[in-house]
Every structure is written in C-alpha cells, then in structure tokens.
T-cell receptor
Framework: ETGVTQSPTHLIKTRGQQVTLRCSSQ?????VSWYQQALGQGPQFIFQ???????GRGNFPPRFSGLQFPNYSSELNVNALELDDSALYLC????????????FGSGTQLSVL | RKEVEQDPGPFNVPEGATVAFNCTYS??????FFWYRQDCRKEPKLLMS???SGNEDGRFTAQLNRASQYISLLIRDSKLSDSATYLC???????????FGAGTTVTVRA
C-alpha cells in the first residue's frame, strides 16, 4: 500500500463528455503527477502539480487540465472526451517536485464509448 | 524515435531459469534510471534504481551502460511471482517527469 488513493476505480463515459478523476497523495507528499497508460504502452506524463501550481506538462492538449488543493490532493479533468482517451490514469505522489521515486495509486480505468 | 525502448517480449521461462532483457534510451542527458514492476493493469511499483556501477537486489541485477545508452535487468532463479511487466524508466537531471518504456513482459511457468 502506497497511501495514494484514486477514485473512481472504473468509469465509463461517452465521446464528448467530461470527466473528473481524483487523487489523494501520500501523507507528507506535496507533489502530484498524473500519467496516462494506454493498453500495451508505458505510462505517459500528463502534468505535475507542486504546492498547488502546475509545475510541468507533457504532450497533452489543453482539454486535459488539473488542480491541486491545499491538502495536496489533486484532480484531473478531461473535457470533450475522445475514444483515444480510454486508458488507465495513474496518479503518483512524491516528496518534492524533483522527486524521482514516485508512489503510484492503483489508477482509474476510463473507457470512452 | 521513442525516448525509451524496450523489447516487449514476452519472455516465457521455467521456474529457476535466468532471464535478462535490455532497454535503450535516446536522451544522453538522462541521469537517473529505474526499473518498475507492473502487474496486470495495476499500478507500477519501484523495483530498483540503477546505478552507474551496477547494483544487485537479491535475485535482481541491474546494469547501466552510458556509452551505449542502455540499461539491463537480470533475474536469477526465477519464481512464479516474478511474472509481470517490467518498465524501464529514465529521467534527466532536474527534470520532473519520468519517461517510461512500454514494458517487457516476463512469464515464469511451473
């Protein structure tokens, strides 16, 4: 158990809808990163939040957005869902923004129909 | 070219066998290297860091070759519980993101 919790565990949406995924980071960790893992691929970096500010972003369009709250929990929002957004979304926390050792939550499996 | 490339496998080996596989990375500025383990559609978990001098953790040995830009993982005396996907991960100094390979699948059979 890493102490990183994500909700929901599974979600089914239709194309064009919006979705919000949630993550509670491990106690004492102020940095949260989000990754997308498509079937058969490795996780791809979406963005990172450090002390409530976006600290870096991967190659994802603006319809992927996020928030980090004062308690360091985080949300990932995806607007205008596309079929290719179907994936496992992983949240990871670390003790600082350059933390290399990430602790992953068990993920949210999103299916877009 | 992908930042991190791995042989997808699968490597099917009997219990007790030794299995080894590599990963190559394209960014010569990469500074930190890791192997993560991922069981079927579960979260990745850190298996071990990879140091320049090479390192062992029980039955697992990791090597780094900076000149050729590859990392290797060797598993000795394979157990059924070693069946998983092994993800190669690199990051550059001062970088906040981890770059993952697509993973190498290992299946250990009885």
């Amino acid at each position: 158990e890493t102490g990183v919790t994500q909700s929901p565990t599974h979600l089914i949406k239709t194309r064009g809808q919006q979705v919000t995924l949630r993550c509670s980071s491990q106690s004492g960790h102020n940095t949260v990163s989000w990754y997308q893992q498509a079937l058969g691929q490795g996780p791809q970096f979406i963005f990172q939040y450090y002390r409530e500010e976006e600290n870096g972003r991967g190659n994802f369009p603006p319809r992927f957005s996020g928030l980090q709250f004062p308690n360091y929990s985080s949300e990932l929002n995806v607007n205008a869902l596309e079929l290719d957004d179907s994936a496992l979304y992983l949240c990871a926390s670390s003790s600082d923004r350059l933390g290399e050792k990430l602790f992953f939550g068990s993920g949210t499996q999103l299916s877009v129909l | 070219r992908k930042e991190v490339e791995q042989d997808p496998g699968p490597f099917n080996v009997p219990e007790g066998a030794t299995v080894a596989f590599n990963c190559t990375y394209s960014n010569s500025a990469s500074q930190s290297f890791f192997w993560y383990r991922q069981d079927c559609r579960k979260e990745p978990k850190l298996l071990m860091s990879v140091y320049s001098s090479g390192n062992e953790d029980g039955r697992f040995t990791a090597q780094l070759n900076r000149a050729s830009q590859y990392i290797s993982l060797l598993i000795r005396d394979s157990k059924l519980s070693d069946s998983a996907t092994y993800l190669c991960v690199v990051t550059a100094e001062g970088d906040y993101k981890l770059s993952f390979g697509a993973g190498t699948t290992v299946t250990v059979r009885a």
